[in-house]
């Protein structure tokens, strides 16, 4: 089977599930290629898109927010959006690509590509068959207007919220968000320490804010210092990702009385060797730490479906969510550090951990391949 996968640089999270399946598809002896559409233009418009978005969820998270509950009220007109017309003009692009190349399947874990390989089916155009995977734990604005032959959602639960918004039920399967392959393996907490280079005795937090270092990770972090600075049992980790703002800043401030890391490949194993993980509620790097079994702490979502992220994993008890910085994180964070029975694996059936394999059979059977 040849596969194209189909992200966007809009945050980590829909490139990290666009590696997992990847990863599963190669495993099991098929070809795929990941791509971001923006790429095919001359001008990279892809990194531009992409630094937008990071720069405006870094900065301005309200502005985000007033944005996305902008898509859910224009999503109440019966025409097409904004969204669906501006990715339009890539069809050009793409049909190149196609013509170019066989693909069997287009698997996509991004909006836009889904716009864009509509548009050119209401063009008149016949992309292969289309495979949609939801990242986060909402039917999100515009999601309604596209047209793939199958939707991948996080969970049963969310079934009968994408078919109120318009999808087909028979194109819906709860098959989960993917994670790779290294979250779901079993490795003891004092392995991962030992690779890492890390203390075997004594509790580890790791704090992140996603790929974006976004969120309150700095006001996070005073308030878990000042709290623990006198129990030299606890040790900080905080990642940043591609925030370089926040790597200097907490470099400036703590020096080395908290690990202080900017990009890490290796999120899979300190989710293993960390005691608590408190992060902003991605649907992607949520459902990581549920699959690593690391207990969690959700803080400050950006407003949209984060919030919603958020809301679903504490209802189900695969989280604690904070609202501020306060007390209320060292109270949640000192029960998940020393509470025995709170710290069992947060593992629940809703979550699928091999999501990845079962979107791989799903696209074999799209492609009639078993």
């Known amino acids: 089977m040849e596969a194209l996968i189909l992200t966007c640089s809009t945050g980590g999270g829909h490139n990290a599930a666009a ?75 793409m049909e190149e690509l196609f013509k170019s190349r066989k693909f069997d399947i287009v698997i996509t874990t991004h909006l836009f590509p889904a716009e864009i390989l509509t548009y050119m089916k209401n063009s008149g155009l016949k992309p292969p068959k289309t495979i949609f995977v939801a990242t986060d734990y909402a039917c999100i604005p515009f999601t309604e207007e596209t047209e793939c032959d199958y939707y991948v959602i996080p969970m049963a639960e969310l079934v009968n919220e994408f078919v109120s918004r318009g999808i087909e039920k028979k194109k819906i399967y709860p098959l989960g968000i993917p994670v790779k392959k290294e979250f779901r393996e079993n490795i003891s907490k004092e392995e991962a320490r030992k690779t890492l280079g890390l203390n075997q005795d004594g509790k580890y937090i790791l704090v992140s804010g996603g790929s974006m270092g ?18 030299k049992n606890v040790k900080i980790i905080a990642v940043c990702g591609c925030n370089r703002r926040v790597y200097k800043r907490l470099l400036r401030e703590f020096k080395e009385k908290i690990i202080t890391i900017e990009f890490t490949k290796q999120m899979a194993l300190y989710m293993k060797a960390c005691n608590v993980f408190i992060t902003k509620p991605g649907g992607l790097s949520s459902t990581e730490a549920v699959v690593a079994g690391i207990p969690l702490i ?71 391949l078993n």
Request: glycine letters at 8%; aromatic letters at 10%.
């Open 19 to 93: 590696v997992a399946i990847k990863e599963e598809l190669l495993m099991c002896g098929h070809r795929a290629e990941m791509l971001d559409p923006y790429s095919l233009t001359k001008n990279r418009l892809e990194k531009r898109v992409g630094q937008t978005y990071v720069r405006l969820v870094q900065r301005a998270p309200r502005i985000f927010g007033f944005v996305y509950m902008l898509g859910n009220i224009y999503r109440r007109f019966p025409w097409r959006s904004p969204v669906y017309y501006a990715n339009g003009k890539m069809v050009k692009y």
């Open 214 to 231: 976004a969120g309150s990770m700095v006001r996070t972090i005073r308030t878990l210092y000042k709290h623990y600075k006198r129990d």
């Open 298 to 368: 959700h803080m400050s979502p950006i407003p949209g479906c984060e919030s919603i992220n958020m809301r679903r994993f504490v209802k189900y008890g695969l989280s604690d969510g904070v609202k501020g910085t306060g007390k209320d994180i060292t109270d949640i964070t000192d029960k998940l550090l020393y509470d025995i029975n709170i710290q069992k694996n947060r593992e629940s059936k809703i979550i699928n951990c091999n999501a990845a394999g079962d979107i791989r059979k799903l696209a074999e059977k799209a492609v009639n």
